[in-house]
């Protein structure tokens, strides 16, 4: 059992900057993939971003490309997305998630846990 926690969600205006952090449990964290996806309200669950086993590999979804990084250290155990120029349209529930496969993967179903997910508003 895999148990995920988000944290560094909050407000913040347009253009701003910020932090998100995945705290993963289990001593197999570096041999798991991991993602970043967001919901909207009245939208569904989207890919954000996804990152490899080693972190060797990223892939992001097309409207934060240059602007989203996702990392991970294996060493804490903990996966992290920056999101720097952030627009209203970022608004969103964000939600890590682990993948038991290491390649990285952009399907919802291909990802085995999640977490709770944290709020990230951005304002005009």
């Known amino acids: 059992q895999v148990q995920l926690v988000e944290s560094g969600g909050g407000l913040v205006q347009a253009g701003g900057s910020l932090r998100l952090s995945c705290a993963a449990s289990?001593?197999?964290?570096?041999?798991?993939?991991m993602g970043w996806f967001r919901q909207a309200p009245g939208k569904e669950r989207e890919f954000v971003a996804g990152?490899?086993?080693?972190?060797?590999?990223?892939y992001y979804f097309d409207s934060v490309k240059g602007r989203f990084t996702i990392s991970r250290d294996n060493a804490k155990n903990t996966v992290y997305l920056q999101m720097n120029s952030l627009k209203p349209e970022d608004t969103a529930v964000y939600y890590c998630?682990?993948?038991?496969?290491?390649?990285?993967?952009?399907?919802?179903?291909?990802?085995?846990?999640w977490g709770q997910g944290t709020q990230v508003t951005v304002s005009s």
């Open positions: 990152v490899n086993w080693s972190g060797g590999n990223a």
């Open positions: 998630a682990a993948a038991l496969t290491g390649a990285t993967m952009i399907l919802e179903t291909q990802y085995d846990y």
């Open positions: 289990g001593r197999t964290f570096s041999s798991y993939a």
